[in-house]
């Protein structure tokens, strides 16, 4: 049972131009969702989160859309760099005692120089 | 503000054998959280601990559990081991009050083999 899926297993782009991610869910009683960034054996670097009330958040090069209607969200980063390079993971997290992160399975990001 | 700090970084242990990773979360972050994440089954959630009480569970077996000091700092012990439990083991902690209290920060991992 996927409640929260990323179904592009890897994405390239060219530097300089737009990376855009995405990420489904079914389980409407989510409240929160973040994107984290992972390099291997290394533990997911929080980016950036936005709540359900919510429909976008920015911070810096990267922003967070949410539609609750479709149950889809996506991150954008502009410009691209080759330090965005790695695998992100989209999750989602409901509250008053039910923060646990539910992760989708990933997308490795590519930017091309 | 140091960030969370786990132990060991890998650990080579045989089937059968028990043992016991240590997280240290962030400096006044009272829940921390473990994580597993495989190949095959992606990160998957196994408990969360907030003042030294489990508040939350995954569906993970028995063999998996934790536990929680008064500072905060948690360790999760697996009986037992099996060739499947070979993972990377990774600690979270966020604090709860604020806007911010449903980011989870991570640690770097504990890289488990089992022979």
């Known amino acids: 049972d996927q409640q929260v899926k990323q179904n592009s297993p890897s994405l390239s782009v060219q530097e300089g131009r737009i990376s855009i991610l995405n990420c489904d869910y079914t389980n409407s009683m989510f409240d929160y969702f973040l994107w984290y960034k992972k390099y291997p054996a290394e533990g997911p670097t929080f980016l950036i989160s936005?709540?359900?009330?919510?429909d976008k958040n920015e911070d810096g090069r990267f922003t967070v859309f949410l539609n609750k209607s479709a149950k889809h969200l996506s991150l954008h980063i502009v410009p691209s760099q080759p330090g965005d390079s790695a695998v992100y993971f989209c999750a989602a997290s409901g509250d008053f005692g039910n923060e646990k992160l539910t992760f989708g399975t990933g997308t490795r990001l590519t930017i091309i120089p | 503000k140091a960030g969370v700090t786990q132990t060991p970084r890998y650990l080579i242990k045989t089937r059968g054998q028990q043992v016991t990773l240590s997280c240290s979360p962030i400096?006044?972050?009272?829940?921390v959280s473990w994580y597993q994440q495989t190949p095959g089954q992606g990160l998957q959630f196994l408990f969360e601990y907030f003042s030294e009480t489990q508040r939350n569970k995954g569906n993970f077996p028995g063999r998996f559990s934790g536990r929680q000091f008064s500072n905060s700092r948690s360790e999760m012990n697996v009986s037992t081991l099996e060739l499947g439990d070979s993972a990377l083991y990774l600690c979270?902690?966020?604090?709860?009050?604020?806007?911010?209290?449903?980011?989870?920060?991570f640690g770097a991992g504990t890289r488990l083999s089992v022979l």
């Open positions: 400096s006044g972050h009272r829940s």
């Open positions: 979270a902690s966020r604090g709860l009050a604020g806007s911010a209290k449903n980011i989870q920060y």
């Open positions: 936005i709540s359900s009330i919510k």
